[in-house]
């Protein structure tokens, strides 16, 4: 057939099926995606579309559920007019009364109003579904009264919460890990995750607390607090007999709300701190004895934070968040107290600023994307008060200036992407997280010398064991980028049963190993039809980024840029002539470091007794491989160096090991159910619950850190526990309650074993200039602190003025999972026009005296002496109003 009647036959064919063709009404597609006013998504959610014009009445479209993004699609609709209602327990019922359809994809959103004086409804969810998802077991979320009762300042917040999570527990806020703490104002929810182990996650530690924070909702609200602390409140440190002043004011603005009605809203909030303290001195004085009092000086901290937070809605689906972080901090006369006399004094200024943006929200039916950046700017300047060389008697007395100078710059930034596709069975998810920054530092130290006595009789016969000084340039200047990459897919095998096999691939500058492939693999099961009881298992490789303080050492005291002088017995009080001493140290990293690895296996059970109970235990095993240590190239053999151009060349090797056993258990036991604050009766005594936390370790390993020299020689011989956050035992409970309408009442009692650390001779028999030598058949880490006990306590009492004008924002204010049942708390009756509340914060509430500082250093007179105590009684009186 020719071109010519091959282009008419097309064309008559065309005309031919052109009645079919129009004969075929186009068809659209209506995606509907249902929140609730926070803009938080509800997944399994009804939604049904019904015609409301004469072309489309006639047509019936069953309903649909929304996913667990909170999206319902209706496939092949008829473009006309529809109503478009969504429903959902406890919440009023969502409608679009008028919307046109027309062919191709519809979007839309529909907000679901809280119902008014609901204050808990029950979402059906099959109890095994449930019990088998790896994110609804082993995890904790704080209540609203919990959370109200954490402390207003960040490093006790902070530590609170480290207390309620357990050992070593990560905090990422709003997922950014290392972010300093927002407002309390500022956040939404607390959820503490145990055993997280899919590859989403860098550390292997699988304990996690995560903080959500949430700009104002509805009208616009604000509010403040005063905080103060007075020393006449304050105990005193039974190693002295006077105490010195101390005082400390702190202050809180916010206020936020909507700015644009289903669009857009904020919040902001001021922050700052004054204070000063008195430090205690702990010192052995040549020719007097021990002394221990009180200093003749004032140690003040002055801080200001603003923290600032926008969402914005780009599209109906798309969501941008905006957060702005700044903080300023200055301290002076700090590195003084205990051994270290009035001359050490020196002062610090901090201050960072942080830009986080967020963006999230579904693409097409089956993707959900989740994309945070976070820029950063720190700096960081010390200087001494005095200028002088330092003069160190081991653990007995420190003299002279502290002799730190200079600072750190750094410009950073993180990604985090993940990309969930949710299909049948499979939940996957995809994601990136890179951190970076460039880093610029003139930090000096030591750059005077600093003799070192092995004793007070040392001293006064004006025998030093060795000088060290560091001298040339201390300026450098790098830039450093870590990244992973990672998979992840929950497989629902079956409804009681989901496994959750994962991969991880991280690699780093500065280090030439491109071998980080981390598996992961977990199995969530649960064996009963009731949902009560959750069992898994998991088994993940896990890798540990080079640290930059140790990358800095090896760029800083290369032995050239700047030199590190150490003489053994060196004349005193004048060296000499340091120009002409050869007899300097060096660090570097080996040429093959690798990252260091941890291979975690872990077991736990997740059990629902009732409604109202609930307990966890997870058992995990953790080895480490490639631990960081220091191996001395140039140690003396038969009392010479085999360079004698230098003392000690360090170099950091990757031989050291660890292994770890913990077990984990947590206990909540709530005697009613949450709910709203400031409802029911006066006097409730059912209005209480119980957090309680034990886990008992044992962690080993062979190495004191990147550049610590082994003294029995190799790694082998130093095997020993390490002191940190696992003990042998730990032991913490928190106790909440409303008993009285108003009066929150927060218990906390903490309990711990003590920590292990060394005897050693506090001499250089060895003659390799240092000083880490034990006594012979005497191991790494065998002398043991006592234990520790300490309870804290919080109370506050709120007062309501005026009247309930508005309903309670922020949707959801608490879901627990129980029997398979997530029992939702809604936003209840509106708050009170005002509120005013007081409040009381007790550290140490029993004054119980917990030693700490204990020094093993045979030649100190203070040997096996606790030197400081820990966390004196200390009241702080706040006063706090809403509107």
Not at 59 to 85: F, H
Not at 89 to 101: A, N, S
Not at 544 to 559: F, K
Request: zero cysteines.
């Amino acid at each position: 057939m020719t071109r010519p009647a091959v282009v008419l036959a097309g064309i008559v064919a065309g005309v031919l099926a052109a009645p079919f063709a129009f004969g075929q009404p186009a068809r659209a597609r209506v995606i509907v995606t249902v929140v609730d006013p926070s803009g938080a998504v509800i997944p399994d959610a009804t939604v049904t579309l019904v015609g409301v014009d004469e072309a489309t009445k006639a047509v019936v479209i069953a309903p649909v559920k929304t996913s667990d993004k909170g999206i319902a699609t209706l496939e092949n609709v008829a473009p006309g007019r529809y109503a478009i209602q969504a429903a959902f327990p406890g919440f009023e019922l969502g409608l679009l009364k008028d919307v046109r359809v027309r062919s191709g994809d519809n979007k839309h959103v529909v907000v679901l109003p809280i119902q008014k004086m609901q204050s808990e409804v029950t979402v059906g969810r099959d109890a095994q579904n449930v019990s088998s998802d790896r994110r609804s077991t082993f995890g904790t979320a704080l209540t609203r009264e919990q959370i109200e009762a954490l402390s207003d300042d960040p490093a006790e917040m902070q530590q609170q919460l480290q207390d309620m999570a357990g050992p070593n527990a990560i905090l990422r806020v709003d997922s950014f890990e290392g972010s300093q703490l927002p407002p309390k104002s500022q956040i939404k929810a607390i959820h503490i995750t145990r055993d997280a182990f899919a590859a989403e996650n860098h550390s292997a530690g699988g304990l996690f607390i995560d903080i959500i924070t949430q700009p104002g909702v509805g009208p616009v609200r604000g509010g403040g607090n005063i905080r103060l602390r007075d020393g006449s409140m304050s105990a005193r440190s039974p190693l002295t007999t006077t105490k010195g002043p101390e005082r400390m004011q702190n202050y809180q603005g916010f206020f936020g709300g909507s700015l644009l009605k289903q669009k857009s809203s904020f919040s902001l909030s001021v922050n700052g701190s004054t204070s000063f303290d008195t430090p205690n001195g702990f010192v052995y004085i040549p020719g007097v004895g021990p002394r221990s009092e009180p200093l003749a000086i004032r140690r003040p901290n002055d801080s200001m934070g603003v923290f600032g937070l926008i969402d914005y809605a780009l599209t109906r689906d798309q969501t941008l968040r905006v957060n702005v972080q700044r903080s300023s901090f200055t301290s002076k006369n700090n590195g003084i107290g205990g051994n270290d006399d009035i001359e050490r004094a020196y002062s610090t200024e901090n201050a960072s600023t942080f830009v986080r943006i967020q963006e999230a929200g579904p693409l097409g039916r089956r993707f959900f994307t989740n994309t945070r950046l976070q820029v950063g700017r720190t700096t960081s300047d010390s200087s001494s008060v005095v200028e002088a060389p330092t003069f160190r008697i081991t653990d007995a007395r420190t003299t002279g200036g502290a002799q730190v100078s200079g600072g750190r710059h750094a410009t950073t930034f993180n990604l985090q992407s993940d990309l969930d596709y949710v299909r049948g069975i499979q939940s996957v998810r995809a994601g990136l997280n890179v951190d970076g920054g460039s880093y610029r530092s003139n930090d000096s130290s030591n750059y005077l010398g600093t003799y070192l006595f092995e004793s007070p009789a040392a001293f006064e016969l004006g025998r030093p064991t060795s000088y060290t000084r560091r001298i040339g340039d201390p300026n450098i200047a790098y830039r450093n980028v870590q990244a992973g990459l990672y998979v992840q897919d929950d497989i629902r095998v079956r409804k009681n049963l989901t496994l959750s096999p994962g991969l991880r691939y991280e690699v780093q500058t500065h280090l030439r190993d491109y071998n980080n492939v981390g598996p992961r693999f977990g199995m969530t099961w649960s064996p009963f039809k009731k949902g009560k009881t959750s069992l898994r298992a998991s088994f993940g490789m896990f890798y540990d980024w080079l640290n930059a303080n140790t990358y800095e050492q090896t760029l800083r005291v290369d032995g050239f840029r700047q030199r590190e002088l150490n003489i053994a017995n060196p004349p005193f009080p004048n060296p000499g002539n340091i120009g002409s001493i050869t007899a300097t140290n060096r660090y570097l990293l080996s040429g093959d470091l690798p990252m260091v690895r941890n291979t975690r296996v872990s077991a736990g059970i997740d059990q629902t007794f009732s409604p109202l109970v609930r307990i966890s235990a997870t058992y995990a095993h953790t080895q480490g491989s490639g631990l960081l240590r220091g191996e001395n190239l140039n140690a003396p053999i038969d009392g010479l160096r085999p360079d004698p151009a230098f003392v000690n060349i360090v170099e950091v090797v990757a031989d050291a090991a660890s292994r770890q056993h913990t077990l984990n258990v947590n206990a909540s036991v709530s005697l009613a159910p949450p709910a709203p604050p400031m409802t029911g009766p006066r006097w409730n005594w059912k209005r209480t619950s119980f957090n309680v936390n034990y886990s008992t370790g044992r962690v080993e390993n062979n190495t004191d850190g990147a550049f610590s020299l082994p003294f029995s020689g190799t790694p082998g011989g130093e095997w020993g526990q390490i002191p940190g956050e696992i003990r042998r035992h730990r032991f913490n409970m928190g106790i909440n309650s409303s008993v009285l309408k108003n009066l929150n009442a927060n218990l906390n009692f903490n309990a711990s074993t003590g920590t292990p650390y060394s005897i050693t001779t506090g001499r250089d028999g060895n003659a390799d200039l240092v000083y880490n030598d034990r006594p012979a058949g005497i191991g790494r880490n065998t002398q043991w602190t006592p234990g520790q006990w300490t309870v804290n306590g919080n109370f506050f009492y709120t007062l309501a003025i005026g009247k309930r004008t508005v309903q309670n924002p922020g949707g959801i204010t608490g879901i627990t999972i129980r029997d398979g049942v997530a029992n939702v708390m809604t936003g209840g009756p509106a708050p009170p026009r005002y509120r005013i509340g007081i409040a009381a914060n007790i550290q140490n509430l029993t004054n119980h005296t917990n030693y700490t500082g204990y020094t093993g250093t045979m030649t100190s007179p203070f040997f096996l002496q606790p030197q400081n105590v820990l966390n004196t009684r200390k009241v702080d009186i706040s006063l706090n109003f809403s509107f």
